[in-house]
């Protein structure tokens, strides 16, 4: 992977010119902007309930969901209502939630898959055995899935988390479900769909000629970026480089208010 450093922002992606972007960005029937949360608007920390955007980013939003024929659309790993009653995040906002699996239309109304009843119990059983374990604290459990996380951790104890339910999930895993690793965690879930899926359904329904682009910061963002690619463009939100297919690397948070405001300020010119 070759990096460019540009003002700041680093190319990971030669072909790509950032001034022809935000030119198209002016004039396009729908502007997009598409946007994980945890990693990308917000700093990880180390209680996932407390959950504060980065300061100014809410503000910033608002003023791009305010100009004309602009729409903002959040693409979350969290559940759909969690980001809905929770987050500290502007009204308007799209979102689609447990990795695009779910979905809040218009008027509040979720969307979503019915579980079998089995599996429910199946994860049920799965998410006490983990509290018995004693790591309740570090388990999320999900609409379609079940989360371990071990941010915070010294590498003995994460390692020992991570062997330990690696294997078990590995084995165990049933039918239908997928594991899904994370920045220092892991996910077994409902397959068959995920980010790229959201936006690829977000791009479909917009009419007219569309600038998009996907920001994102973790591995599960990747499916996002795959899907945009030649469509749009995708970011990379986070302190350090890894491989991705994203076109574009922002480091948070001074990086990500720049490039918001030249999104904000395209819309306007």
């Known amino acids: 992977m070759h990096v460019v450093q540009v003002l700041a922002m680093r190319f990971l992606n030669s072909e790509l010119n950032l001034e022809k972007f935000f030119q198209r960005l002016r004039r396009a029937d729908a502007r997009i902007l598409l946007l994980d949360f945890d990693g990308t608007l917000a700093p990880f920390g180390s209680d996932r309930r407390d959950v504060r955007v980065y300061p100014g980013v809410a503000d910033r939003l608002r003023s791009i969901l305010e100009a004309p024929r602009s729409n903002v659309v959040l693409v979350s790993g969290r559940p759909a209502l969690d980001l809905v009653t929770r987050l500290p995040l502007p009204a308007g906002l799209a979102i689609w939630g447990s990795h695009g699996i779910e979905r809040v239309r218009d008027g509040g109304r979720l969307e979503g898959l019915e579980l079998p009843r089995a599996t429910r119990a199946a994860l049920d059983d799965e998410a006490a055995r983990i509290e018995a374990r004693g790591w309740g604290e570090r388990l999320e459990r999900k609409p379609y899935g079940i989360a371990v996380h071990w941010r915070g951790l010294n590498a003995e104890a994460a390692a020992l988390i991570e062997t330990e339910i690696a294997g078990r999930w590995a084995r165990l895993r049933p039918p239908g479900f997928e594991l899904h690793p994370f920045d220092e965690g892991l ?19 917009s009419g007219g000629e569309v600038a998009a682009a996907y920001l994102g910061d973790d591995l599960t963002d990747e499916d996002a970026f795959r899907a945009i690619q030649g469509k749009g463009l995708g970011v990379l939100v986070r302190r350090a480089l890894r491989e991705t297919a994203a076109d574009l690397w922002l480091e948070p948070p001074d990086e990500l208010h720049a490039f918001l405001e030249r999104w904000q300020e395209s819309l306007w010119a």
């Open 187 to 205: 996910e077994l879930r409902v397959g068959g769909r995920d980010k790229g899926d959201a936006v690829r359904a977000v791009l479909a329904e």
